[in-house]
Structure formats: C-alpha cells, structure tokens
C-alpha cells in the first residue's frame, strides 16, 4: 500500500495565487521531501524536511510536518504558470533507506 | 559536476524482446535507485543498492526483472521477454550514504520504454 497519499490529486490556480497540497503518510519516519517532477520525466528535489522539524522555508516554498498526524504540506506562494508541474511527497520507512513516493498532486498556473 | 544521466532516453521495442537500460550515478554516490513510473502514476521502488551491501531487489515486480551494479557506479536494468504492462518511464536516482537515513536522491532523466 501508499506509503504517501497527496491530496488534492489535481488544483488548478490563477497565477499570484498560493497553492497548497497535503501529503499523509502510515508509518514512523526519518524525513519527508517533495519533489517536482515536469512533463513526466525526472524528478527535482525542492525541501526535506526532518521528523524533529515542524516547518522549513526555500524561497516561494514553506513545508510543514505534523507527525502526530502523520502529515505534511507543501505550500507555494505568489505562484507562477512555471510552477506548472505535478508534486510528490516521499517518506522512508523509519531506519530503512527505501523511499515510497506517494501519487502526487498535478498542480496547474494558469497564467 | 554532471548529474544522473540515463540512457537510452526512449525505448520502443517488441514484445518478448530483451530490454537493458543504464544509469550513470553522480560521481561519488554510493546509494543507486531504480523506479518505475506508469503514465500518470506515482513512483514504484524497484530496486536499491548501496556500496557493496547486497541490493534490495524487493520491489521488482518479476523474475524478468534485474539490475546490476558494477564497480560501484553505473547500473544496468534488465527486463527480459518484455511485455506491454512493463510501458513506463525507468527512472534511476543517486544520493550520497547516510547513517541518519535516507538523503536527498537526484534523479536521472528517465527512459521511456514502449512495448508494442
């Protein structure tokens, strides 16, 4: 099963406007990134967040993680038609290296 | 430096037919990942290796499938008498070892595999 569920699976925005998207997870973690990924070809990584953090910033992005919820956000602000891209959250099983990515939110800036 | 590069970048091939797909890490990462991305879907592990530890094959979906790692740094999938459910996008990853934990993995471009 998924070990991150994105939601919404799409959203689509006017460009200024602040997107965000929630990523829920099953089990213990050691992190949680996201990562974007355009056209359906390679992924880029945007933050990671660490499982004794709460938020970070970079740029345009803010993260969140709740673990007693067992969930993150990835919030983008003042958003842009290049911030067009789908979006995945992916968490390790804690103290193992593998990785599960989640489905993603295909995010849409209309310009 | 250079990043994750992957090749070939697309791939048509025939049913039954043999495929190999290759990946380049970044010089210097220990850790090599394979996944596989269906249209539209999220990202399938398929295989892990790290350093000379055995890999972690656990997410390949059948015997058909196989990848190697020699010298530590370019990596091989194999997927032998493809099928037309094997159409995905292959991607590869790196990252640098970590005793704290999984870190950021770079991902390669991807190979496009079409089985007709």
């Known amino acids: 099963s998924q070990q991150g569920e994105e939601d919404p699976q799409a959203l689509s925005i006017q460009e200024g406007e602040n997107a965000t998207m929630n990523c829920s997870y099953k089990?213990?973690?050691?992190?949680l990134q996201w990562y974007r990924q355009n056209s359906g070809r390679g992924l880029v990584h945007l933050i990671l967040?660490?499982?004794?953090?709460r938020e970070k910033h970079s740029g345009r992005l803010r993260v969140t993680l709740d673990t007693s919820k067992k969930s993150s956000s990835l919030l983008i602000t003042a958003s842009r038609a290049a911030d067009t891209a789908s979006y995945f959250c992916?968490?390790?099983?804690?103290?193992?290296?593998?990785?599960?990515f989640g489905t993603g939110t295909r995010l849409k800036v209309l310009a | 430096g250079a990043g994750v590069s992957q090749s070939p970048s697309n791939k048509v091939t025939e049913k039954g037919k043999d495929v190999e797909l290759r990946c380049d890490p970044i010089?210097?990462?220990?850790?090599l990942y394979w996944y596989r991305q269906s249209l539209g879907q999220g990202l399938e592990f398929l295989i892990y290796?790290?350093?000379?530890?055995?890999?972690?094959k656990s997410g390949l979906p059948s015997d058909r499938f196989s990848a190697e790692r020699t010298g530590g740094s370019v990596s091989t999938l194999t997927i032998q008498r493809t099928q037309q459910e094997d159409s995905a996008v292959y991607l590869c990853?790196?990252?640098?070892?970590?005793?704290?934990?999984?870190?950021?993995?770079?991902f390669g471009p991807g190979t496009r595999l079409l089985v007709l």
């Open positions: 990853a790196s990252s640098l070892e970590s005793s704290g934990g999984v870190e950021t993995q770079y």
């Open positions: 089990t213990s973690i050691n992190n």
């Open positions: 967040i660490r499982s004794n953090e």
């Open positions: 992916a968490t390790d099983f804690s103290g193992t290296y593998k990785y599960i």
């Open positions: 010089s210097g990462h220990t850790a």
């Open positions: 290796f790290q350093g000379n530890s055995a890999p972690d």
